[in-house]
């Protein structure tokens, strides 16, 4: 099968994650599959499979996320079975795509924010739709108007599942090293975030709840990621008198030595879809604490694995945490048992390749 799949480019969010993930999946699987970037290189450009093609549509880096010249006669002259857009931008050009093509393209629903007018003609015009979860594919039927036949439910997979040939031994040393690392002490509670410094994934809201814990409590609160909302998280911490409590560790080309050495997953972010943070986390037995957001009821089991708070109750928030704390050595290591089996089963990633490659095999 010949694959063509579409995205502006390759920033370190988790749709981005997902393409790289997919592209390099349907290769290995022996598919010829070309990646279509609007921009070149990107912090995942580094990530992709020698097996898949990537074309870049820009001369230069123009830095314009939506402009995508010549996508159609390339995708013309490629002649896919089957074209996959993923994220915002590229999903605005899935409906033009269709019409100049009898074969099938599909869109993704992987988002939680407003979509552009573009994006919904699209929905309206492509062959099919997934959506990452359950509650985005109803934002689909009731808010857009798709007909349900014309949409599947396919997860987002783990990008970094937990090394499965790792000894109890070796985890337990992986994780003081990098709490030693951070200067976290064995009794330290580690709250980790991995997100996009962007307004919508609101890791100003996190320092605030931190802020609020108990005084006597022995926390920090690791931040991994960059971007534009990074330097006012920055000034906050400092404004707040919070110290070294709050690291800002950058970004994270494998995340896993985080979840091993973290006690407790938080995210406070307002626009989800699913969050590979929060699955991400489950699959290494980090129990999660986040705002209320579509998906978020999805990437654990909700008052067993995970707590969805109601946005903007920081005193919930913070309670919920210290909640966790307070479990016995036992509770917790059942918790974080049923977290790993849920993830590592829910979000399997040869399942979610063989979702798109029989959903691709069906459309054609």
Same mark, same amino acid.
């Given at each position: 099968?010949?694959?063509?799949?579409?995205?502006d480019?390759?920033?370190?969010?988790?749709?981005? @994650?997902?393409?790289v993930?997919?592209?390099n999946?349907?290769?290995?699987?022996?598919?010829a599959v070309t990646l279509?970037t609007?921009?070149p290189?990107?912090?995942?450009?580094?990530t992709?499979s020698?097996?898949?093609?990537?074309?870049?549509?820009?001369?230069?880096?123009l830095?314009?996320?939506?402009?995508?010249?010549?996508?159609?006669?390339?995708? !013309?002259?490629l !002649?896919?079975?089957?074209?996959?857009?993923?994220?915002?931008?590229?999903?605005?050009?899935?409906?033009?795509?269709?019409?100049? @093509?009898?074969?099938?393209?599909?869109a993704t629903? %992987?988002t939680g924010k407003?979509?552009?007018w573009?994006?919904?003609?699209?929905l309206?015009?492509c @062959?099919?739709?997934?959506?990452n979860?359950?509650?985005? %594919?109803?934002?689909?039927?009731?808010?857009?108007?798709l007909?349900a036949?014309?949409?599947?439910?396919?997860p987002?997979?783990?990008?970094?599942?937990?090394?499965?040939s790792a000894?109890?031994?070796?985890?337990?040393?992986? %994780?003081?090293s990098?709490r030693?690392?951070?200067?976290?002490g064995p009794?330290?509670?580690v709250?980790?975030?991995?997100?996009?410094f962007?307004p919508?994934?609101?890791q100003?809201?996190?320092?605030e709840?931190?802020?609020?814990l108990?005084?006597?409590?022995?926390?920090?609160?690791?931040?991994?990621?960059?971007g534009p909302?990074?330097r006012?998280?920055e000034?906050?911490?400092?404004a707040r008198?919070?110290g070294?409590r709050?690291?800002?560790?950058?970004?994270q080309?494998n995340?896993?030595p985080?979840?091993a050495?973290?006690?407790v997953?938080?995210?406070?972010s307002w626009?989800?879809a699913?969050?590979?943070?929060?699955?991400?986390?489950q699959?290494?037995?980090?129990?999660?604490?986040?705002?209320?957001?579509?998906g978020?009821r999805?990437?654990?089991i909700p008052?067993r694995?995970g707590?969805?708070?109601?946005r903007?109750?920081?005193?919930?928030?913070?309670a919920?945490?210290?909640?966790?704390?307070?479990r016995?050595?036992?509770?917790r290591?059942?918790?974080?048992?049923?977290?790993?089996?849920y993830?590592r089963?829910?979000?399997?990633?040869?399942?979610?390749?063989?979702?798109?490659?029989e959903?691709? %095999?069906r459309?054609?």
């Amino acid at each position: 099968m010949k694959i063509l799949t579409v995205q502006d480019y390759l920033r370190s969010g988790g749709t981005e @994650r997902q393409t790289v993930l997919l592209s390099n999946a349907f290769a290995a699987a022996g598919h010829a599959v070309t990646l279509a970037t609007f921009r070149p290189g990107g912090p995942l450009a580094g990530t992709l499979s020698e097996r898949v093609a990537h074309h870049v549509l820009q001369p230069f880096n123009l830095g314009l996320d939506w402009f995508a010249p010549g996508l159609a006669p390339f995708s !013309a002259k490629l !002649a896919p079975d089957v074209i996959l857009c993923m994220g915002r931008m590229a999903n605005c050009y899935a409906g033009h795509l269709q019409a100049q @093509r009898p074969g099938p393209v599909v869109a993704t629903m %992987r988002t939680g924010k407003k979509l552009p007018w573009l994006f919904r003609r699209s929905l309206q015009h492509c @062959r099919h739709v997934v959506a990452n979860g359950h509650e985005a %594919r109803e934002t689909l039927v009731r808010d857009y108007a798709l007909p349900a036949e014309k949409t599947s439910v396919i997860p987002n997979a783990l990008v970094f599942p937990p090394a499965s040939s790792a000894t109890g031994g070796e985890v337990a040393a992986e %994780r003081a090293s990098v709490r030693t690392r951070f200067g976290a002490g064995p009794a330290t509670l580690v709250l980790v975030c991995v997100a996009m410094f962007r307004p919508e994934k609101n890791q100003r809201e996190l320092i605030e709840i931190a802020a609020r814990l108990p005084a006597g409590l022995d926390w920090q609160l690791w931040l991994a990621g960059d971007g534009p909302a990074r330097r006012t998280c920055e000034r906050l911490v400092r404004a707040r008198g919070l110290g070294d409590r709050v690291k800002f560790l950058g970004f994270q080309r494998n995340p896993s030595p985080l979840y091993a050495a973290a006690d407790v997953a938080v995210h406070a972010s307002w626009s989800e879809a699913l969050s590979n943070f929060l699955i991400e986390a489950q699959a290494h037995g980090v129990p999660f604490v986040a705002y209320e957001a579509q998906g978020i009821r999805e990437c654990g089991i909700p008052g067993r694995t995970g707590w969805p708070i109601a946005r903007n109750h920081r005193d919930e928030f913070g309670a919920a945490i210290v909640r966790l704390t307070a479990r016995s050595a036992t509770a917790r290591a059942a918790l974080q048992g049923e977290a790993r089996a849920y993830a590592r089963t829910t979000f399997d990633p040869e399942r979610q390749v063989a979702a798109y490659l029989e959903l691709f %095999r069906r459309l054609g």
